[in-house]
């Protein structure tokens, strides 16, 4: 059986969702030995664990998906996000401003590597053996290639850049440029990695955060006006977009339906992609990452 994991930055907790009837079947709590602060931000699965990247205590857990046991291991100052290459976790740190590389059999960490400012996300492409990383407060983003030592390039991009992404076929990075505080609306940028150049921006809705991209389209969340544009990035448009609510932030797809995490309201949303019915449950406080696990 499929299931969504969603983590609740301000719960300090994971939400089971049981995707066939649409329900939460468990909130599984990081923080239950000393009540500390954890604020999970990202989810990653690795084999049968669900790891996260925590902000509050600056660590990553190690969740078991059966039994829910979780190990915390520090990596550094405020994680906000991390992947998985070849049993290694990249972990950016927002405050150090690197990408922490862990090894998650020895549970130790091997590397630090420096990206840009403020990094917000991370995404690592098995194709390609890249990693890229959105940089928010030095409008750039950070590619290190995996198969060569770990080379790095930044390179500068529109402002306040929330999320990066290869697309599937390993040939474009869609960046997410958020211009959050700024009057004018936000863009995605699809960038080629033959030459690093901008081969198109797309505007969307104000402050987008998230990104999610099937290899045609492309999923964008718009924290700052409470919806959801979906883009043909062949064709370099916006197809529609589609009234949320609140403050749409975490976003995914599967074969019929969007989900979409609410950070106004402690919702996830599950949108039909083709009538744009909804359907809502509640939620963690602060839904933000989510991720697939066929339990």
Not at 27 to 50: A, E, T
Not at 92 to 100: K, M
Not at 102 to 111: A, Q
Request: hydrophobic share 35%; proline share 3%.
């Amino acid at each position: 059986m499929r299931n969504l994991y969603v983590c609740s930055t301000s719960a300090d907790c994971i939400s089971k969702v049981n995707l066939s009837l649409f329900i939460e079947d468990n909130k599984i709590y990081l923080n239950n030995k000393d009540l500390k602060r954890i604020g999970p931000h990202g989810i990653y699965v690795y084999k049968d664990k669900l790891l996260t990247a925590n902000s509050y205590d600056n660590s990553i857990s190690m969740v078991d998906s059966n039994s829910y046991e979780t190990e915390s291991y520090f990596i550094g100052m405020h994680c906000n996000d991390l992947s998985v290459y070849h049993d290694k976790a990249y972990v950016i740190c927002g405050d150090s401003d690197d990408i922490i590389v862990f090894d998650l059999g020895k549970k130790n960490i091997v590397e630090a590597i420096p990206c840009g400012n403020s990094p917000h996300s991370i995404h690592i492409c098995k194709k390609s053996n890249l990693v890229v990383v959105a940089n928010m407060n030095s409008d750039s983003i950070t590619i290190v290639d995996c198969a060569r030592n770990g080379n790095t390039k930044n390179i500068r991009v529109g402002a306040y850049p929330t999320k990066a992404v290869i697309t599937p076929d390993g040939n474009y990075i869609l960046v997410c440029e958020s211009n959050i505080g700024m009057d004018n609306k936000g863009s995605i940028s699809i960038i080629s990695l033959k030459n690093y150049d901008v081969i198109y921006k797309i505007p969307v809705g104000n402050s987008p955060v998230d990104i999610y991209c099937n290899g045609r389209y492309c999923y964008v969340s718009n924290f700052g006006e409470g919806t959801v544009s979906m883009l043909d990035i062949n064709n370099y448009k916006e197809v529609k977009k589609i009234e949320v609510g609140g403050m749409p932030r975490g976003i995914l797809e599967d074969e019929k339906y969007l989900y979409v995490g609410d950070n106004y309201n402690n919702l996830l949303f599950r949108i039909d992609k083709i009538t744009e019915n909804k359907k809502a449950i509640s939620i963690g406080r602060e839904p933000t990452g989510m991720t697939f696990l066929d339990d």
